[in-house]
């Protein structure tokens, strides 16, 4: 028998434009399951993107996570992946 997912209760701050954008775009039927999608599919696609990187450059590589911004903020949009 396959093992059901566990949730935990969580408290956020959501602006309520795109919150209702998610739901209507993932066809959610409550914001709590709107929220619970939105976060997977981010996972899957950073997942994506890493497995992306490697097969591109042809060896596995470190991902440093994303990038701080500057105090006088970044030129440019931010980049997605510091290979090193």
Request: no cysteine.
């Given at each position: ?16 434009r ?55 903020g ?11």
């Open positions: 028998m396959a093992r059901a997912k566990v949730l935990k209760r969580k408290s956020f701050f959501v602006d309520e795109a919150l209702a954008r998610a739901r209507k775009v993932l066809g959610a039927a409550s914001d709590a399951e709107a929220i619970r999608l939105s976060v997977e599919r981010m996972a899957e696609m950073e997942e994506f993107w890493r497995q992306e990187v490697e097969q591109r450059l042809g060896r596995p590589r470190v991902w440093a996570g994303p990038r701080r911004r500057s105090a006088a970044a030129a440019g949009p931010p980049k997605r992946f510091v290979i090193r």
